[in-house]
C-alpha cells in the first residue's frame, strides 16, 4: 500500500538525484527554456523516478499568463452547447492552455462566476452563456484578461466575439421553406429573450411578412425537446393556417416532430414542413431525419481560441467580430 504521509518530492530532491542545478530543473519544464538535450534527458529521469510534477497553478500565479482559461457556459444538458464547450475546451489545450469550466443555471449567476474566475489569474474567458453585465466586461479589460464572447448580444462592447447573423439566419430559414414549397408559415418562439434563439425566430416572422405570407407565432415556454413536444397541440390545431413550421433549436424540432407523428400521425412532410436550427448531430438520425440550418460549431471554437491568443499578444488592436458560417441542410422533413 502506498505511503500517505510521504512528502510530495521537491524540484531541489529532482536537481539532486540528476546531478544538476535547481535552476535546470525550471528550464526542463518550461517551454523554450535553454537547455540541453543530455541535461534535460537527466532530470526527466529523476523526476520520473522521483514521480515529480510540476505545479502549474503556483507557477501561473507568479506570472501574468498562467494558461489558465474560463469557460463560461450553461445548458449543458443540451447536445449542441456540450459540444460547443467540447470543442473550445479541445482547442485550449491543442494550444497549450488549461480550460477552467464554470456553468451558469441563471443568467444572473453569470457576473458571479465571471468575478470568482478573476480569483485566479487567468490568461482569459470564453462566455457562451447569457450576456456579461458591462461592468464584469471593463474589469476584465483592466485587468488585461482577454473576453470572447461567442454569440452575444451585440450591445455589450469592449470585446472581441463570436457572432451569429440573426438576419442572415432568418433569411436562410425563410429561404429553404419556400424552395420547399411551403406558403403559409409557422415558427416557434421562446418567451425567454435570449439574443440569438429568439432574434432568428423574430427576424424569421418579419422575413414572412416582408414578402407577403401569413406567419403564425407560436410561444413556448423554452428552447428544449419539452418546449416542441408542449406545442404540438397548438401546431396541430392551426395545421389549416401552417404547412412549413421554423422551430428554433433543433431540440424543439424534435419535441415537435415526436408530438405531432405520436399524437395525431401527422405526416411530415407531405402535410408540414418542420425545419430546425444547430444542426446538432441527433439531426441526422434516422428518427428524425431533420431538414436544418447547420451554423460551424467547430468554425467558432477555432475562432474564440484565436482572438484570446491574438488579443493576448496585441492588447491595443481593434476589437474584432468573426461570423459565424450558416450552411442549409435539406433532409427528409422539408
Not at 497549450?96 to 478573476?118: A, E, Q
Not at 471593463?138 to 462592447?157: H, M, W
Not at 406558403?183 to 429568439?198: A, D, E, R, S
Not at 404547412?243 to 401527422?266: H, P
Request: hydrophobic share 40%.
Amino acid at each position: 500500500m502506498a505511503d500517505m504521509t510521504r512528502k510530495k518530492p521537491t524540484s531541489y530532491d529532482v536537481a539532486k538525484l540528476a546531478g544538476v542545478h535547481r535552476s535546470a530543473v525550471s528550464r526542463a519544464f518550461s517551454d523554450g527554456g535553454s537547455i540541453s538535450a543530455e541535461t534535460k534527458e537527466k532530470v526527466m529521469k529523476a523526476a520520473k523516478t522521483l514521480e515529480y510534477r510540476v505545479n502549474f497553478f503556483a507557477r501561473g500565479l507568479q506570472k501574468q499568463n498562467s494558461g489558465l482559461v474560463g469557460i463560461v457556459a450553461s445548458r449543458l444538458d443540451t447536445p449542441y452547447r456540450a459540444k460547443q464547450v467540447k470543442l473550445a475546451s479541445h482547442e485550449l489545450i491543442e494550444n497549450g492552455y488549461t480550460p477552467i469550466l464554470l456553468t451558469v443555471d441563471k443568467s444572473d449567476d453569470v457576473s458571479g462566476r465571471m468575478s470568482s474566475l478573476l480569483n485566479y489569474n487567468i490568461s482569459g474567458m470564453i462566455v457562451t452563456s447569457d450576456t456579461p453585465p458591462a461592468k464584469i466586461i471593463e474589469e476584465c479589460i483592466q485587468y488585461n484578461i482577454p473576453v470572447v464572447l461567442i454569440n452575444r448580444d451585440p450591445s455589450i462592447t469592449g470585446t472581441d466575439r463570436i457572432q451569429l447573423n440573426i438576419e442572415d439566419a432568418g433569411q436562410l430559414a425563410f429561404d429553404m421553406l419556400c424552395k420547399a414549397g411551403a406558403t403559409k408559415f409557422g415558427v416557434l418562439m421562446p418567451q425567454t429573450q435570449t439574443y440569438t434563439v429568439q432574434g432568428r425566430a423574430k427576424i424569421f416572422a418579419q422575413k414572412c411578412r416582408d414578402a407577403g405570407f401569413p406567419i403564425t407565432i407560436i410561444e413556448t415556454q423554452g428552447q428544449s425537446y419539452a418546449a416542441g413536444t408542449d406545442a404540438t397541440q397548438d401546431v396541430y390545431e392551426k395545421l389549416d393556417d401552417i404547412d412549413g413550421i421554423f422551430c428554433t433549436t433543433d431540440l424543439m424540432a424534435f419535441g415537435l416532430l415526436d408530438g405531432l407523428r405520436n399524437q395525431y400521425n401527422i405526416a411530415v412532410p407531405g402535410q408540414l414542413k418542420i425545419l430546425g436550427f444547430d444542426d446538432v448531430d441527433q439531426a441526422s438520425w434516422g428518427a428524425y431525419n431533420l431538414s436544418t440550418i447547420n451554423q460551424d460549431i467547430q468554425q467558432s471554437a477555432i475562432a474564440a481560441v484565436d482572438l484570446m491568443m491574438k488579443r493576448l499578444e496585441t492588447p491595443l488592436k481593434p476589437l474584432e467580430t468573426r461570423s459565424i458560417l450558416l450552411t442549409p441542410i435539406h433532409r427528409g422533413t422539408t
